[in-house]
């Protein structure tokens, strides 16, 4: 979890499940959080704000976190942190209206080129089904590369009544979760490990490096021998491909 590497890079000492330390404690992992999402974000972002945002969402989870859920505080805050900072971001609204299309764009032709394939297109297929040499297409996913961000911090429905709660108020320990939730987290993790091996093996241990180990796209790189923007690359085009195959999923 981003809480765990946040507290092995700086050397806190992690509390246990249903308790947190101090406020300032819990500062590194902001800065830790900001910095993973700040990749890709165009200079006019600045960092400062990222922070003051996280600072916000660390505050509003130190005082509404509830021990009974039995979920550890790092966890729960980390969600927090991220969403606030997220909700800054939409708040900038920092993204052009012609990236957000170009997006849309390489979503719709990758959908395309998946149904008439019968796979997830390569980059020269999917440039090719754009219209545009390699070199655009590089162009094109660089540009794109800012707005694969997800926020968890979005607004759902609870079990109980149609009061609508943010997704991060639903987290439950394992012996909580209805049979329903168990079917549907179930399906749901089959279907993104369906889709993960669809993806080339470079774009699959990029999403399993970032994702899972935490790396930076840098230390990425460094591993897989490829410069930090050609990993960039490879996750924006991993993380659409995964975005398209989910939603045909479930608008199917």
Do not use: C
Not at 37 to 60: C, F, K, Q, T, W
Not at 191 to 215: C, H, I, K, P
């Amino acid at each position: 979890m981003t809480a765990r590497r946040a507290t092995q890079q700086y050397g806190k000492q992690q509390p246990g499940k249903g308790e947190k330390g101090q406020l300032e404690d819990y500062l590194p992992l902001v800065k830790y959080i900001a910095g993973r999402l700040a990749i890709g974000l165009p200079r006019s972002v600045e960092m400062d704000d990222l922070i003051n945002a996280g600072v916000v969402g660390l505050i509003e989870a130190y005082h509404n976190f509830d021990s009974g859920k039995n979920v550890k505080f790092e966890t729960y805050a980390s969600l927090r942190i991220r969403g606030s900072i997220l909700d800054e971001l939409r708040g900038m609204d920092w993204v052009p209206r012609s990236t957000r299309a170009r997006s849309r764009e390489i979503e719709r032709t990758m959908a395309r080129l998946e149904n008439s394939l019968g796979r997830s297109p390569n980059e020269t297929e999917l440039a090719e089904g754009l219209g545009v040499g390699l070199k655009e297409y590089y162009a094109m996913i660089d540009d794109v590369s800012s707005t694969s961000l997800l926020s968890l911090d979005e607004m759902t429905h609870g079990d109980d009544d149609d009061k609508p709660v943010p997704l991060v108020d639903t987290l439950k320990s394992a012996d909580q979760a209805s049979a329903l939730a168990q079917i549907e987290s179930d399906e749901m993790r089959n279907l993104l490990a369906d889709s993960l091996g669809q993806l080339t093996e470079q774009e699959r241990l990029v999403v399993a490096l970032y994702y899972y180990e935490e790396l930076t796209l840098k230390e990425i790189g460094q591993v897989l021998e490829l410069s930090e923007s050609r990993v960039s690359q490879l996750h924006t085009k991993a993380v659409l491909s995964l975005r398209v195959k989910l939603r045909k999923r479930f608008m199917s």
